[in-house]
């Protein structure tokens, strides 16, 4: 050493810039090196003086990592791993006070004693090493920094509260890991840095803590050791640590080393704890604040000239006691413990019979547990790798393959991948060793190409499991007071800052349902405050949008496409239901009232359209009186109307009435009253909704597919909800108003008293079995009486068909039908509508004929006698017979019979009680014709006036002349 050379303590707290110092030293001279406390700090470091003089000039040695150029001038390592004997004009060791670490201490001091620079040596650390540096280099010369920035005490802080650019301190993984999982639920994320951490994931964790990806950062006390980090406060949620041996206390300048890391530059900085950690001592945090700590006066030593002649010499030698009082013997480390392990096996003690076999056990026992599985485990992995340097000079190929290959895998949990890491750093230190593995440089780049994998492998993992992005996000740019862009696709769905919040459903935003309760509240306010601006185009474009794009549900919804926009709700009158608008508040109050406007005057176009009948009876003033209010029950009922509901009204109606309503087409049905038109699928639709809107329905009927005849009856809908539908109600099927008024005008000519049969036309226009015609029969309130009979073939109806000419006079009289043709037209007030409403339609009336075949008429009687064969036993000829099943048919409501659904007509006593009114008895003629005589004292009723505006008023005339 030159004599020239000084040695210099540049002591002080945290954040003085001693690091800074010590580079620019460094680069001032020609040669270099300098050790760090962390590989993690190592890198940092490297990779400042690289941007400064350039990759060639400048190594980075750790237990893991070598990068050597060939023109190497600037050397950066960690403490253990600075290359020794090597001539530089400058050296420095940072964080010298770790010379009292019980567990690396005795590293640090061994450099404290005996590394130096040609020209300049630096330690740089805190100011509690003063004393023992002066005891141990009475030369060194002496630099006090101090610090740039305040640090002050802020007490406890829940995490919940902790403002950004926080970092939070556990002594843990689990404790790390569980204030990360916190911090993501609550504040959007956190980077973790720990110092088990490769460096490439304590490196990419790092940058997103820097650039603002996350706002917090969770870490064990390796940022303690120089990180330079841009961190405001600095939160403790333990006070004790495991040091390796026992859970223990941290002393108050390891506090302050740790907090330090708190305000960088000119910036001051703040501490405290957090979590159910007490609040410090008074006189702990001032100390911290003042910077003013215990003096250390005992460092870690063990001895550096080892004997290598025997295992037991080498032992002794690392075991002897130091010189010094400020010296104190370090405690066992795990390289010792591994050479004990070892020496108690008699295999590898025969092999040290020399002294390069012992520095060769010696090298082996220093490869670091970094798997930290069991001591014993450890112990049995290195007595393997002894041995294959032993007997073949070299770890073989394909049991280094074999080790890489079982490691190199990203599958799994965080907890997995980093056990992986683990491992593979160990095969990293390995291929490190000169001379340990064939094919160096091919095993070093595999086994740093498998730890880059597992190390980006990890920050996913870690990054997925800690941080939620999105959140992170928008908590930033919400305190940023900026206007968020925010984007919404074709399917709805919305990004606010590129990340994806939700899906805008009409002028509604639902957010995504992935979000925890925390997060929730965050998107939702991110996610309003974006959209406002489009929630004003899409309400233009809304209301621009023609009605084909809008329509209703069947429980009163409004759709614009696939969003919901509204709902319908009742009005003052059934067909002036109102809107209720579906708009988030904070779209404004404009928008919702665009978005109402545009609503109500859709649903009363629709309205105006479906519903054209009635609102152009309603503005008709051409009707009057008993019409007039007519029309309004029809409105109200929406062009639908039981008649049983207004039987006395319709009576009262004349017929000069009655033809103003036809007009508007209303159609007097026997069992309903009704505007054919309005029986449409779209009328029904909408007229089901309003209807159930004004019976105030939580759930509303749905309307019956169309062109269906018939339907499962509605049974379990609000009372009238049929009518509404267009059908009745009739046992288990419900029929069609319209079609059912054609059945009734088949059936005014059947003889519901004495029985009928169904005709192949009823059974036609039902699109029913015989059974379920049967059913509906019953269900409209006449009692269906099941028989079988012979079937009658067709040979033998040809033949029944042709009887003598008296008989066939005689037949004709007793199947006419007992109401004759002035029975019809007896009084306005009980003319059957179905037959008016026939002439409306353009059918003609159904006259009364006598049954085609005799089997359809009951009142026939069939030949059931069978004539057998010669030689055929009877019994043979008994079952050949074929029967058929056959159902009668007569009113069942004698009690009521002009109640509701009674056809006009049925039930009525033919003949009974008066002898000779109407019809007289059933058979009976009167001279020239079939009518029965007319008894009655009462003058004759005026005779029925053709409607001239009927369109068979002409025929109807014609044949009222010919008679």
Known sequence: MSGDARVVAVLGPTNTGKTTYAIDRMLGHRTGVIGLPLRLLAREVYDRIVALRGPSVVALVTGEERIVPPRTQYWVCTVEAMPEGMGVDFLAIDE??????????????????????????????????????????????????????????????????????????????????AIAELIRRQKGGAAVVMGALSPRTRNAQVD??????????????????????????????????????RMRPLAPNELAQIAGRAGRGQKDGTFGVTGDVRPLEDGVAQAIMDHRFTPLNKLQWRNHALQFGTIDALVRSLEAPPDHDVLVRAREADDLMALKSLAESAEVTARCTDAPSVRLLW??????????????????????????????????????????????????????????????????????????????????????????????????????????????VLLRRLGQKEAMVAEVNDAGEVTVEGEFVGKLDGFRFSQDKGAGAAEAKTIKTAALQALAPHFHLRADRFYNAPDTEIDYTEQG?????????????????????????????????????????????????????????????????????????FAFRMVEAMGVLPRAAVADEVKALDQDARGALRKHGIRFGQFTIFMPLLLKPAPTRLRLVLWSLAQGLSEFPESPPPGLVTIPAMKDAPQGADTMAGYRNAGDRAIRIDMLERLADMLRAEDSRGGFEAKADMLSITGMTLEQFAALMEGLGYKAEKGEREKVKAVDAAIAAKPDADTAVMDAGDLAPATGADDVAASP??????????????????IAEASETPEESPGVPVNSETEIDPGTAPDTATAAVETEVFYTFTWGRMANPRGRGAPQGAGKPRGKGKPQGKGGPKGARKPGGNKGQNFSARPPKPEKKIDPDNPFAAALMGLKDNS
């Open 96 to 177: 010298i006070q770790l010379c009292a670490d019980p567990e690396r201490g005795h590293v640090f001091t061994d450099r404290l004693l005996r590394a130096r620079g040609l020209h300049e040596t630096l330690f740089l650390g805190a100011d509690t090493m003063r004393g023992p540096i002066r005891a141990l280099v009475p030369e060194a010369q002496y630099m006090q920094r101090e610090r740039m920035s305040q640090l002050v005490y802020s007490g406890q802080k829940k995490v919940s509260r902790m403002r950004p650019r926080s970092a939070i301190v556990g002594f843990s993984v689990d404790n790390v890991y």
């Open 208 to 245: 997103m803590y820097q650039n603002g990806e996350v706002d917090f950062l969770v870490a064990t006390d390796a940022i303690g050791m120089g990180l330079n980090l841009d961190i405001d406060h600095v939160a403790f949620s333990s006070l004790s640590k495991f040091d390796g041996r």
């Open 363 to 472: 090298d082996v026992c220093r490869v670091p547990d970094f798997r930290g599985i069991s001591h014993q485990e450890h112990s049995s992995l290195l007595d393997v790798i002894f041995r294959y340097l032993h007997e073949r000079g070299g770890i073989p190929n394909d049991f280094m393959a074999r080790q890489i290959k079982r490691i190199d895998r990203t599958d799994g949990d965080i907890d997995a991948i980093s056990k992986r890491l683990a491992f593979i750093r160990t095969w990293t230190y390995v291929a490190q060793r000169k001379g340990w593995v064939d094919e160096i440089d091919h095993w070093r780049r595999e086994t740093r190409h498998v730890e880059d994998r597992l190390s980006d492998a990890l920050h996913e993992k870690l990054t997925q499991r800690f941080v939620d992005r999105r959140t992170s």
């Open 557 to 629: 919804g409004l759709m614009w496409g696939a969003s919901a926009v509204g709902k319908l709700v009742a009005g003052s009158d059934p067909l002036k239901p109102q809107v209720e608008v579906f708009v988030d508040d904070v779209a404004g109050a404009d928008v919702a009232q665009k978005v109402q406007r545009r609503l109500q005057h859709f649903i009363d176009r629709k309205v105006a359209a479906l519903f054209e009948p009635l609102v152009a009876m309603q503005r008709d003033e051409a009707l009057a009186g008993l019409a007039k209010g």
């Open 829 to 846: 007030a009980d003319v059957p509508e179905g037959t008016g409403d026939i002439v409306d339609e353009g059918i003609a009336p159904i």
